[in-house]
């Protein structure tokens, strides 16, 4: 079976099998940031579970970046022991944790950040009801975003993670700059696809340059826009991604809903295949979206992912690599509330799993 092979990534690291836990919002850190004994416990869980790679929620980089209510955050050297002791739980489930970290842009909170949203450019989306239009970031701000990132990737490698994510997808700050919709400037930061890719460029840049050859780093994108998101081509898109590895990027990782969904642009493809035929074999590509069985995975493989990422079907089920293995069924939504508690699922986390959200279709049940 492919997906329980090792991949050796372009740093040299080894990946024991080609499945992921994808990064999933949990709201169950502390208030400021810090590490919760849910969040540890949680994440200690699936790191036991055999994956090959276990990512972390989206986790703020500062405190102006923040994004949910108690969301886990790199953004502060306080910080540091507990994700060591964090870092060091993980590898000891047999796991390469890796961090994935994101700047909320238009969509950080005021009242969790204590300035009002930064983005691109001052934007409206009519179909949100409550949207405020983001203040557009000055380009000294944009030099604190890269730092941040980067300081953030610092504390990471130093807490003993094996990696980071750049959350680059999902209307996220990397987003809102190269989306024509939200990106309306007029200066370097805009305009071209190259100026509307120079955050992305100059924050993997920076985070290569302060983390060691072994540390992984990759970055998620978007590579179509959707629902009220618009202004992403995929063409564009797969550029940026290309432009990335040239940047020194380990893997890039596919974000959709389904791992077989069609191109908007390209109707007649199923976005992953043209996505890996336009990146090309050298850069491992990830991708994600209703993996609930091995011919899931396999079937991603074939499409042209190197590592597939695993969701919701890792939040009800332990020890998925396993069943795979064995060619179990697993356990498909809805679950029920008892059966998520048996398997490490906490009151907090239960809670946002039933508010209306990205996770919402879990149909919980009970």
């Excluded at 079976?1 to 080894?14: D, F, I, K, W, Y």
């Excluded at 074999?281 to 609930?292: E, I, Q, T």
């Amino acid at each position: 079976m492919r997906t329980l092979s090792p991949l050796r990534l372009p740093n040299g690291v080894v990946v024991e099998n080609r499945l992921a836990v994808a990064p999933m919002t949990t709201a169950q850190s502390e208030a400021d940031g810090r590490v919760s004994v849910a969040e540890r416990a949680w994440l200690e869980r699936l790191a036991g579970d055999g994956y090959g790679m276990v990512l972390t929620c989206a986790a703020a980089i500062s405190r102006t970046s923040i994004a949910f209510p108690n969301q886990l955050s790199f953004g502060e050297e306080r910080f540091v022991p507990e994700l060591t002791a964090l870092a060091a739980a993980m590898r000891a489930g047999g796991t390469l944790p890796v961090a994935q970290l994101c700047h909320g842009g238009a969509r950080a909170i005021p009242a969790l950040t204590g300035q009002p949203a930064r983005s691109a450019s001052r934007y409206e989306l009519p179909g949100i009801p409550g949207f405020v239009p983001p203040e557009p970031f000055t380009e000294a701000e944009l030099a604190e975003v890269v730092e941040d990132h980067a300081a953030a990737a610092e504390r990471a490698c130093r807490a003993g993670f094996a990696g980071v994510e750049m959350h680059g997808a999902n209307g996220y700050v990397f987003t809102q700059f190269l989306s024509t919709m939200t990106n309306l400037r007029h200066d370097g930061y805009g305009g071209s696809l190259a100026n509307r890719a120079r955050l992305a460029r100059e924050t993997v840049q920076a985070v290569r340059k302060r983390v060691p050859a072994d540390f992984i780093v990759g970055f998620r994108l978007s590579f179509e826009g959707f629902g009220p998101e618009t202004g992403l081509d995929l063409d564009e898109t797969i550029q940026v991604m290309s432009w990335l590895a040239e940047d020194g990027l380990d893997y890039g990782h596919v974000s959709h809903l389904q791992l077989d969904a069609r191109s908007q642009k390209y109707p007649a493809d199923v976005a992953l295949r043209r996505i890996r035929a336009g990146v090309g074999a050298a850069l491992p590509l990830m991708a994600a979206g209703g993996v609930n069985s091995s011919a899931d995975a396999e079937a991603a493989m074939d499409l042209g992912a190197d590592l597939v990422a695993i969701g919701r079907a890792a939040i009800g089920n332990t020890r998925v690599p396993e069943r795979f293995a064995r060619g179990e069924a697993l356990v498909r939504t809805p679950f029920s509330r008892e059966h998520l508690a048996a398997v490490g699922v906490s009151a907090d986390f239960l809670g946002y799993l039933t508010a209306p959200g990205p996770l919402a279709g879990l149909h919980i049940v009970g």
